[in-house]
T-cell receptor, first 110, second 112 residues
Framework: DAKTTQPNSMESNEEEPVHLPCNHS???????IHWYRQLPSQGPEYVIH???SNVNNRMASLAIAEDRKSSTLILHRATLRDAAVYYC???????????FGAGTTVTVRA | DAGVTQSPTHLIKTRGQQVTLRCSPK?????VSWYQQALGQGPQFIFQ???????QRGNFPDRFSGHQFPNYSSELNVNALLLGDSALYLC???????????FGQGTRLTVV
């Protein structure tokens, strides 16, 4: 399974941006980078994904390093509802499973 | 759109028994994947069903089996339950099996 490394936890203040790093030094050229989050007592929720270029959607932005060995999920203005475990996952083109690691637990302070 | 629905939400079974969990995918989706999530850990892939066939399987014993019906809904069956099978079982649906996956709320299975 393609491996990612994330910090165990991060804290943020409400209304401030959150930058969640992810290292994936063994990424191959056709691996997509996915981010999911899991709020307490819920199933995982898709956040964003990308291949090479930076991506934006209504939830977040994904910044991908030029060499693709790392990426950063950016929550532009954290709210209390953003408190969750965030998972960075590589999805190979020839693989159908999502390989979840331990993720980063994000705490948002009011 | 109801999204992905799973039933039941909670279940208690005795060691050695068999259990069936059910999943209805999001409207328009044709692929269903099942995951097991132990307390405090990330979800682990069990298998994926597409066109009523098991297309890919994770590292789970044969006690775990599944089925996909013509309407794309799916069942997960676990035989000879062990205490270690206690977990949250998640169903995810997608179109074609890759890209954005939608997860259900899960079924919490407790084996006593």
């Amino acid at each position: 399974d393609a491996k990612t490394t994330q910090p165990n936890s991060m804290e943020s203040n409400e209304e401030e941006p959150v930058h969640l790093p992810c290292n994936h030094s063994t990424i191959s050229g056709t691996d997509y980078i996915h981010w999911y989050r899991q709020l307490p007592s819920q199933g995982p929720e898709y956040v964003i994904h990308g291949l090479t270029s930076n991506v934006n959607n209504r939830m977040a932005s994904l910044a991908i390093a030029e060499d693709r060995k790392s990426s950063t999920l950016i929550l532009h203005r954290a709210t209390l509802r953003d408190a969750a475990v965030y998972y960075c996952i590589l999805e190979p083109s020839n693989d159908y499973k999502l390989s979840f690691g331990a993720g980063t637990t994000v705490t948002v302070r009011a | 759109d109801a999204g992905v629905t799973q039933s039941p939400t909670h279940l208690i079974k005795t060691r050695g028994q068999q259990v069936t969990l059910r999943c209805s995918p999001k409207s328009g989706h044709d692929t269903v994947s099942w995951y097991q999530q132990a307390l405090g850990q990330g979800p682990q892939f069990i298998f994926q069903y597409y066109e009523e066939e098991e297309r890919q399987r994770g590292n789970f014993p044969d006690r775990f089996s599944g089925h996909q019906f013509p309407n794309y809904s799916s069942e997960l069956n676990v035989n000879a339950l062990l205490l270690g099978d206690s977990a949250l079982y998640l169903c995810a649906s997608s179109l074609g099996g890759q890209g954005e996956a939608f997860f259900g709320q899960g079924t919490r299975l407790t084996v006593v």
